[in-house]
């Protein structure tokens, strides 16, 4: 049980670092590589503000996603909407080169040394016989409540909808006048703002360093596609269930296998189920035969 | 297609012609060039820091101490990324473009990838950072390794298990040339010499999101005391799990890379931090290259120096290089490498900086170099001949030497 | 001017990337199929040579049969095919995004197996002192030109192949069952076929280029085979033009070259920061700026086979990543 819970915390931090992912493959058609490393970029800002600021972890997680958030509107902007209508291809590998040069920023600005959140793990809470410490709880909590305020926000309000018209079908939402423009922006707000939760989250539990962007850019992908690529909450299934199968998996496997096992059932996964795991539009998107 | 397989090969044509001059041989003039190829970014990236500000601290010694043969020394620095690609990309650039007589920095896995150019070449190499056990029977004429094998590490790993009294022991281990290669090691030595029980051999990646459920399956295997084998960047997340879930009452036995502040910082204020240790080649106790090195580097960078930073060897193979070139009199790679062993190992007057060193050279003398880590004395394949071991523990906050120790001869190497 | 023997080796590595940009091409260029398990193939080829040649007993390697290269290279390429294979029976059944990280996630799977079956591979340890061809006769610097050359021929022969099959009937038939879906669901049962078959031979090519790639190296880890490689051969396919004919051998080499050339620029070290920092931004910015000027690199596939080739223009739905677009039902 206890694997369990470790691997709840794993999950949140994923499901968390997946939506933004998704959300853009969603409504923009494409894989946004430099995600990752706005993940990275978090992890460093609030690391920065916390360590080097002596902020209150709370506030500094606050002004990083709120940042961060505004600067993907930004980025968006400069690299992506010129070349919008060349389609997916130039748009993935535009997201490439910006992914190179957001690491070249970080490696530049921070530098290469490792850097740590300095105590802010908290003590630990047991309830029958399973271990979890308060920082894990925060984690598990904010990752729950802010993906529940993005439900909220995409079911019931004007903009929201707008936003899951677009994700639907973008021309037909065009064609009905749906602001476009404002439905862009506020996706990439909320996409890297989400992107820079859970970098600093990944900081919060392990360490800071340069490549964390790179490190998780595939276990990233693995569960917006194994998610099913039209289903926010496959996403967060599929983020969950990658981070409860790695920690479980412990207890039969050895660790060594873990990546293994966690691509291994995304194979897995995909080609029994190759529309992810919650998607009804099984044979029109995913497969051939 | 004709048109392609044309320029395809004028390529080779050009190159071919263009091969007029017959190499990057720098010239008899100028400053002697020292490369520095090492990880900068990428996964060496946490470490890049304080190696290049200790290469470039003995560098400025040596520039303080007149130079070399009389000439300025150049510190050439070239990042390899981390990757061995980087490293052959970078050491081409080192050898080909800037021309230079000696090379330092570089880590395992690009020191196995140059190793044959390097001696085609001859480009006097110092390994700083390597302890692949690769390096254990091969070397000496060029390659030389001022730091212990990961065979040392692993049976002095062992060793202080046994002296502890330890019969079974769990490991935890990051999946990576540095930190695999002294745990199996360990492993082996433990299991196969002393009758030691391995409870679990947990092994893990880097760049996990957590690692709560690896540090649960070792220290839940009933062990006297836990194996750790990570970088410090793994260990941080590691021991915060040590800690918060309460496993501080086992004892851990600690790789070099995990002597670092951030985890002396963890692991100080806990009850079951006295029963920590690590060791490692590392002799600074009554040392007066060490005590002169220790303010320069503070100086330069604003910290201490810190075991698992391996700046001090850093420092270490640049004094080498430069009192090797002195002594062979020339810049030439052959005459160099063959001064290294002179220079380090006895007899000679034992000297503990370069101006001490250069002064007894131009009085004719021989000398024996003792570095910040330890006399430097090589053997034939240009491996540390006997270091002293320290047991090292926390103290005060930091990591500190409890004791000298030598390898117990009856250990051996496992085949 | 510097010293010749550098840009010997930065236009190997280039040719390297060429040949693998190239084998590339006629999978993803060609047959659409969206392949970022480069690095596992490599990964295939290159452990299967290094494990074939293998004879120095102090490697301590479980199985070291010792075989000459001549033999050991084209078995390399045989067996990445078979691993090719393995790989796309089931993933070829997948399209789009779901192909792509399936190749992906199994390029990893690879790389963890060869470090985990540590007594076959010698895994994180690697394997130092590849044996190069002709070493005996060239020694030293010289052997730079002979690798060259090695890497050169190895580029040409990919070209020639490559263009080859570009022209042919089959690739004709690739090119149109990638573009329209009403093509290939009339040729059926073959397109499925077709599509394996590629796929194999992509990685048949691959694997073959997999030993060139250690005489340059000379030593083989599992570092070398992280998805680094796949995004790098990718990179300089879309530089170079996705699709054309003469795409990769162009993309590789601006990019190899540039990357390189970069990296010749001089730093203080007291701002390494910027240093390291120099080589990733002017790369990124290369490829965003080639991909907002030149959407489709530097030589596009309509210049390669004509205006008329592509049944329609290009649009933004069929240049997404397909895997295998619907076929036959089955």
Known sequence: MQNVVFGIVTGSILAVATLGFALVRQTENFLNIAHAQMMALGAFVGVVLVDTYGMNIFLAGAITVVGLGALGVVLSAIFFQPVRHQGGTVLLFTSIGLALMMYAAILALFGTQARFYPDVSGSLHRFAGIGIATNELVIIGLAFGSIAALQLFLNSTGLGRAIRAVASNDDLARVRGVPVRTVSNTIWFISSAFGAMAGVMLGVLGAVNTEIGWHNILIVLAAAVLGGLRSITGVILAGLLLGIMMDVSALFIPTAYRPVVAFGVLVAVLILRPEGILSIQRRKDAVVA | ?415 | MTNPIFWVGVLTLAAIYASLAMALNVESGWGGMWDLGIAGLLASGSYCYVILTAGDPDLDMRFAPGLSMWVAWPLSALFTGLVAFAIGAPALRLRREYFLITTLAFAEIIRQLVIIQADLTRGTLGVPNINRPFDSFVTGRDYNYVLLGIAVAAAAVMYVVTRQIGISPFGRTLRAARDNEAVALALGKRVNRMRIKTFILAGVLIGATAPVYLFYIRAVSPQLFAPGITFTVWTALVIGGLGSIRGGLAGAFVLIVFTEAVGLIEVDPSHINILVAIEPFLVGLLLVLVLRFRPDGLFSERSAFGAGNRPAGRSAGDSRPAGAAQGSGG
Not at chain 2, 302 to 322: K, N, R
Request: aromatic residues 8%; proline residues 5%; contains cysteine.
């Open chain 2, 1 to 415: 297609m004709k048109r392609v397989l044309v320029a395809l090969l004028a390529v080779g044509l050009v190159a071919a012609a263009a091969c007029s001059g017959d190499s990057g041989d720098a010239a008899d003039e100028g400053p002697v060039k020292y490369g520095f190829l090492n990880g900068q970014s990428g996964d060496y990236g946490p470490w890049g820091h304080w190696a290049l500000a200790a290469a470039e601290v003995a560098v400025e010694e040596l520039n303080a101490g007149g130079g070399v043969l009389g000439r300025s020394v150049e510190l050439v620095v070239e990042d390899n990324g981390s990757t061995p690609e980087g490293a052959v990309s970078g050491f081409a650039e080192l050898t080909e473009v800037d021309g230079i007589h000696a090379l330092g920095g570089i880590e395992s896995d690009g020191m196995i990838a140059i190793f044959d150019t390097v001696h085609e070449l001859q480009i006097p190499t110092i390994c700083s950072t390597c302890g692949t056990t690769e390096l254990d029977s091969t070397g000496g004429d060029m390659v030389f390794r001022i730091i212990p094998s990961d065979t040392d590490n692993g049976i002095v790993g062992a060793q202080v298990a046994r002296d502890e009294g330890y019969r079974n022991v769990a490991m935890l281990v990051e999946l990576s040339e540095g930190t695999e290669s002294p745990a199996n090691v360990f492993k082996a030595v433990f299991t196969e010499q002393m009758g030691g029980t391995i409870t679990e051999d947990v092994r893990f990646n880097a760049g996990e999101t957590t690692y709560a459920a690896q540090v649960a399956q070792a220290f839940e295997s009933g062990p006297d005391a836990v194996y750790i084998a990570a970088g410090f960047e793994t260990g941080v997340p590691i021991l915060n799990e040590w800690q918060r879930r309460g496993y501080t009452d086992v004892p851990m036995i600690f790789t070099t890379d995990l002597l670092s502040p951030e985890i002396a910082e963890i692991v100080s204020g806990v009850p079951g931090a006295s029963a920590i240790v690590g060791a490692t080649a590392y002799d600074t106790v009554n040392n007066p290259a060490w005590d002169a090195y220790v303010p320069r580097f503070e100086e330069k960078i604003g910290d201490p120096p810190e075991i698992a930073f391996y700046d001090a060897w850093q420092y270490d193979q640049y004094i080498i290089l430069g009192l090797a070139t002195a002594k062979a009199g020339t810049t030439d790679g052959a005459a160099v490498a063959a001064a290294i062993p002179e220079i380090a190992n006895p007899p000679g007057v034992e000297v503990f900086s370069y101006a001490q060193g250069l002064a007894e050279l131009e009085a004719g003398n021989d000398i024996d170099y003792h570095g910040t880590t330890s006399n430097l004395n090589l053997n034939s394949v240009g491996n540390l001949l006997s270091p002293v071991m320290a047991v090292i523990h926390v103290q005060d906050g930091d990591w500190a030497v409890r004791e000298n120790i030598e390898l117990d001869p009856t250990l051996v190497k496992p085949s």
